[in-house]
């Protein structure tokens, strides 16, 4: 983060978040908080929850939440500094370019977005309009890419020559290390710099809104010995794994039919494209990420994935179809006749006829099951107990139970196995899951007990008091937050991952920071993130059931009050603490003369314990 804390503070406080979700979101008020439909996952009763007081968002559904900037960043699929930049646009706040580290992280991306956009307009000029384009215009005229589609993508050429991009980028006061570094040229001993992309049809890579980030080449004139494609390297602006090619054109469509179609290649993607069918994206080669998934999830839960008839194919379809169960998607499968891909089919079948293949389209498990029947592993005992164990393990990575379940009765029905059988089996692949998804936990101690002991009254007491601190911590308050830390320290904290909590307040505390929704974008762990989400956002507030809490005569009604007597608390139960664990060293030490200091500690906690049970205290 480059832009001074105090400034992005500034503007965040200058907006409000409700209003501003309000243009993306329908929101209605509830409680203290507004609800209205996730923006991020598709949903059918409102989790999606903004609170006013708080300025901050959080999603229960898919566990998207944070500040406006982070609500900015997602719906727009932008950077922080773009988000910091657009509410301070909106706000009227002027953001200081002279300062240095602004302007250098910020005008960084401005600048690698620039050059990309002059680099895409080169290669299209070059595909539309030169002489040495016609090779790539018929090209394209061949493959059925009609001019049209050519400039809704984008397309371009890149000329055969070593020099022609490097030259244009000179014309354009274009700075080469940033054109080598976003992959365009390239430097060859002595800095003497060449084009990186020569003879090949360019496809330009957006972003879900609609910059260019990257670019895809493909070779057309029959060369052998080079690699078919050659794509941007990763940059600030270009994360692969993070972006989908196609999906800026049809991000609407999707929405619109709720469903999505995920093919191979550019190509693939174009073909369908140019004949209606709109709501498609392409993974480009590389096997599905999570990533990807998560942003495809944002318009649509229902996919239909198109590979190719080969086993690289079918192998990349399988792993795909992992990925996108883990996010609950509905994954239906459809496979092509051999040696066909989308573009060749529709090109030669059209479109209507391309719908109806489409509908034939089979679940994730009549696909993999009519693959392992190809396979003939139903012949053998040994290889069909392999393939339905295979299918139950699919099926575990299904969240949702119900469906869970009905696919588990369908794979029982299928191949007349009890349903009992296949739930074990079921249950072991969902263990398994499990302790794949959690962190791993401390390896155990030398001597073989396990780390989780039974906790004892007093450990229960202080780690519902440290919750409670780290509610307070969170509440906005910098009086709290200041007595808090007159007293306690996040070290001082038994848990550890509240104590890493309490350091992120203290971080920022000291920084003169601690409202809520600044503060909640500096959790990183996604889990302690949620934790602190609902315990701000859900029902269990401290803040909301204070005047609850007073009236049933449990706390004090005055926050700072209530605060001052948790911290009484929390110092009462560690002094007890320590007394015990002093005493059970005076046990084991026998007569050693270190007892003496241990029993001289002791009367001191004892009579600090009867000095603070003694003391008014007055804020
Ligand atoms: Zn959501």
Redesign the pocket.
């Known amino acids: 983060m480059r832009i001074p804390e105090q400034t992005i503070e500034e503007i965040r406080s200058s907006a409000n978040i409700v209003d501003f979700i309000s243009n993306y979101v329908q929101l209605r008020k509830r409680g203290k908080n507004f609800i209205g439909l996730?923006?991020?996952?598709q949903?059918k009763t409102p989790?999606?929850t903004v609170s006013e007081e708080k300025q901050i968002f959080h999603?229960f559904?898919?566990?998207?939440g944070g500040n406006i900037y982070k609500f900015l960043m997602e719906y727009k699929s932008i950077s922080f500094i773009e988000s910091v930049q657009e509410i301070a646009e909106m706000v009227g706040i002027n953001l200081n370019f002279q300062d240095a580290e602004v302007s250098a992280a910020q005008s960084e991306l401005e600048r690698y977005y620039d050059i990309n956009v002059l680099a895409a307009k080169y290669f299209s000029d070059n595909l539309l309009k030169s002489e040495a384009g016609e090779i790539a215009r018929d090209y394209l005229v061949k493959r059925n890419i009609k001019p049209q589609t050519q400039k809704i993508f984008g397309l371009g050429f890149a000329m055969n020559g070593w020099d022609s991009f490097v030259n244009y980028a000179k014309e354009n006061q274009i700075n080469l290390e940033d054109a080598q570094l976003l992959g365009l040229i390239d430097s060859k001993n002595e800095g003497k710099f060449y084009d990186k992309y020569r003879g090949r049809i360019i496809f330009p890579i957006f972003s879900p809104n609609g910059r260019v980030i990257a670019f895809g080449g493909r070779v057309f004139q029959g060369e052998e010995n080079i690699a078919k494609y050659l794509n941007s390297p990763e940059s600030s602006i270009y994360l692969k794994r993070k972006s989908l090619y196609g999906l800026y054109h049809s991000k609407d469509e999707i929405r619109k039919v709720n469903k999505a179609i995920m093919v191979e290649g550019y190509m693939d993607l174009i073909a369908l494209y140019q004949h209606g069918v709109k709501n498609v994206v392409a993974s480009s080669g590389t096997s599905l990420t999570d990533d990807q998934v998560r942003l495809l999830s944002r318009y649509t839960k229902n996919i239909i994935v198109i590979f190719d008839a080969d086993t690289a194919g079918k192998k990349a379809a399988m792993r795909s179809i992992e990925i996108l169960l883990k996010q609950d998607f509905d994954v239906n499968v459809l496979s092509l006749p051999q040696g066909e891909d989308p573009d060749s089919f529709i090109n030669q079948f059209g479109k209507d006829h391309f719908e109806e293949v489409l509908k034939t389209a089979k679940n994730f498990l009549e696909f993999q099951t009519s693959e392992y029947e190809a396979e003939g592993m139903f012949e053998d005992p040994k290889t069909e107990a392999e393939a339905i164990r295979e299918l139950v393990k699919s099926a575990a990575f299904v969240n949702d139970e119900l469906k869970r379940g009905l696919l588990i009765r369908s794979i029982s029905r299928k191949f007349n196995l009890r349903e009992k059988l296949l739930e074990t089996e079921l249950n072991k692949y969902l263990q398994q899951n499990l302790k794949n998804a959690r962190p791993k936990v401390k390896a155990r101690p030398k001597d073989g007990k396990p780390i989780s002991k039974v906790k004892t009254k007093d450990e229960i007491i202080l780690n519902s008091l440290e919750r409670e601190l780290i509610e307070l911590l969170f509440e906005g308050n910098e009086e709290i937050v200041g007595n808090i830390f007159d007293t306690i320290l996040p070290e001082d904290f038994t848990n550890e991952s509240l104590a890493s909590l309490a350091k992120i307040v203290y971080d920022s505390y000291l920084a003169g920071i601690v409202d809520t929704a600044s503060l909640i974008d500096k959790v990183e762990n996604e889990k302690l993130k949620n934790f602190i989400m609902s315990i701000t956002l859900g029902e269990y507030q401290i803040s909301a059931s204070w005047d609850e809490r007073a009236s049933s005569g449990k706390v004090e009604k005055d926050p700072i009050k209530y605060t001052a007597d948790t911290i009484k608390k929390y110092q009462l139960i560690k002094i007890d603490e320590q007394i015990k664990k002093n005493d059970q060293k005076i046990e084991n030490l026998g007569d050693d003369p270190e007892i003496l200091n241990l029993m001289k500690a002791n009367d001191e906690l004892r009579q600090e314990k009867k000095d603070l049970l003694n003391s008014q205290i007055y804020y």
């Open positions: 996730c923006p991020f996952h949903e989790s999606f999603c559904g898919c566990h998207t």
